[in-house]
């Protein structure tokens, strides 16, 4: 008896444990479904200066669904490219798996993303754009090998100061509801994967 309650305590503890876990994050993009770009793509991405890149999906090497998000790139020294999804780009099917406006932000303290590295020692610029158009900045370091999940907390982003929006309003703080977010591969060449773009709760 003592027995079978004890394994009735230590189910109920899991459970509890795995609806906490549930609540820890809000997935806002999964990747899955049609990877286009142009004006009625899903994926906004391009390059500049002598940069090139490649965006498709990809289902052998993935971190959840049925595929992940594969960029193959080179980034020159003078270049520069970005892949972004969210609201108000110009690729209008872009969006996220939720509206931002139906977001409560208020509720998380951070943005998350699943990166496939490749030990390649290149730095991967995450941007996001808030509210006022002003882009904010973190920088992953692919120094790991498969799949990682990256936190970066809304504290630990840094303004743009190489180039911002001419509509950005610079007001030195983070205004929500976000509108987008972009990877850019800083340099050098290679493949990356990403995947399940997240929120994840105070």
Partial sequence: MKKVLFLSIVCALCMTAVCFAEKQFLV??????AISGGPEGTVDFGTGNGSSLEVTASTDIKQSGKQALKVTFDAVPSGYMWIARGQNLDSKNAGWLLKTEDIAWEKYSAISFYMYGTNSGIDVAFDIKDSGNEIWRFIVKDDFKGWKQIVCAFDKFYARDDWQPDTADKNGQIDFPLKSYQ??????????YFDAVALIEK
């Fill in 28 to 33: 806002i993009d999964d990747f899955e479904g």
């Fill in 183 to 192: 990877f850019e591969p800083r340099s050098g060449k290679g493949t990356l």
